[in-house]
């Protein structure tokens, strides 16, 4: 419950998240309250922002600690393969819950997470797909307001971070588990 954007555009990448926190789908804690509420944290030299459970920024932070040799994190099919070999230790040392339903042909992570470095601007669904845009993306459950929102405005006149922030602020102003502030963070292309 939350939106979190990413936008490319002239030389520029931009993350961007709300910061409200919600605890069991019912308790509501903006960052007035919750020091540790932003939604968006850097492993090496890539940004992150999750949508799902609280718990995915540390529980990410702490499986890429672990790892002795950094993952390349510049494309999708690297970064796929950092996800998949991240999938059995999060069911055995984080107690990942992932079961599917009959008809699902891969086994989920629960997770979506929206990722931005030098690079380019990707997403990750639960089922492990990873996929490259080329303009913008979001997730989260103010994502349908925050992507029309960045649609309406990406031709315009404006950076990736002033899209983003656009975007982030839609999905606050329109969804109920979305609230400010806002945070961004930008990066210049390569």
Aim: hydrophobic fraction near 40%; charged fraction near 25%; charge should be neutral.
């Amino acid at each position: 419950m939350t939106t979190v954007v990413v936008v490319r555009k002239d030389k520029q990448i931009a993350i961007a998240a709300d910061t409200l926190t919600t605890c069991s789908g019912d308790i509501r804690g903006t960052s007035k309250y919750i020091v540790n509420s932003s939604k968006l944290f850097k492993l090496g030299d890539t940004y992150f922002a999750s949508s799902g459970s609280a718990s995915w920024d540390l529980v990410l932070t702490s499986y890429y600690k672990s790892l002795s040799k950094k993952p390349d994190l510049t494309s999708t099919q690297a970064i796929f393969e950092f996800i998949r070999a991240m999938h059995p230790a999060l069911k055995e040392g984080y107690y990942l819950h992932s079961e599917a339903d009959n008809d699902d042909d891969f086994e989920p992570s629960n997770t979506a997470v929206l990722m931005a470095n030098k690079k380019g601007i990707f997403s990750i669904d639960g089922y492990r797909s990873v996929l490259e845009h080329s303009r913008f993306y979001a997730y989260g459950s103010g994502k349908k307001f925050a992507l029309g929102a960045m649609f309406a405005l990406y031709d315009k006149k404006l950076s990736a971070r002033e899209i983003a922030k656009v975007g982030v602020t839609a999905g606050c102003e329109l969804d109920e588990w979305s609230e400010g502030p806002i945070e961004v963070k930008t990066i210049a292309l390569d």
